[in-house]
């Protein structure tokens, strides 16, 4: 399985960018897909996660009612809508795929990893 992850850039605060992320390879195996970030000097750290069928979601806190996962199965894709960026949301955020049957937020449970995509969110 590989994974591609896209879409970051600047942004001032309160903007808006949309992530996605590719899949290829055995991307029939994929049961869940997560986003993780790691902004400047910290772990990384949970950010969201969707069951592939998208009917199960789960976000972090710092997150929560701004972010919005969602996937295109047709087009074996992840998205992370981010809406009301703050400067705190920088980092570089990395997609990830879990062959595994449940969703979590542990990243060891995560078996793939996309490169990453850099968001700067400018205040």
């Known amino acids: 399985v590989q994974l591609q992850a896209s879409g970051g850039g600047l942004v001032q605060a309160g903007g808006s960018l949309r992530l996605s992320c590719a899949t290829s390879g055995r991307a029939v195996s994929i049961t869940t897909m997560a986003w993780f970030r790691q902004a400047p000097g910290q772990e990384r750290r949970f950010a969201a996660a969707i069951n592939w069928s998208g009917s199960r979601t789960d976000y972090g806190d710092s997150v929560k009612g701004r972010f919005t996962i969602s996937t295109d199965s047709a087009a074996n894709t992840v998205y992370l809508q981010m809406n009301s960026l703050k400067p705190e949301d920088t980092a570089v955020y990395y997609c990830?795929?879990?062959?595994?049957?449940?969703?979590?937020?542990?990243?060891?449970?995560?078996?793939?990893w996309g490169q990453g995509t850099l968001v700067t969110v400018s205040s």
């Open positions: 990830a795929a879990r062959l595994g049957p449940s969703i979590t937020y542990h990243q060891q449970s995560y078996d793939y």
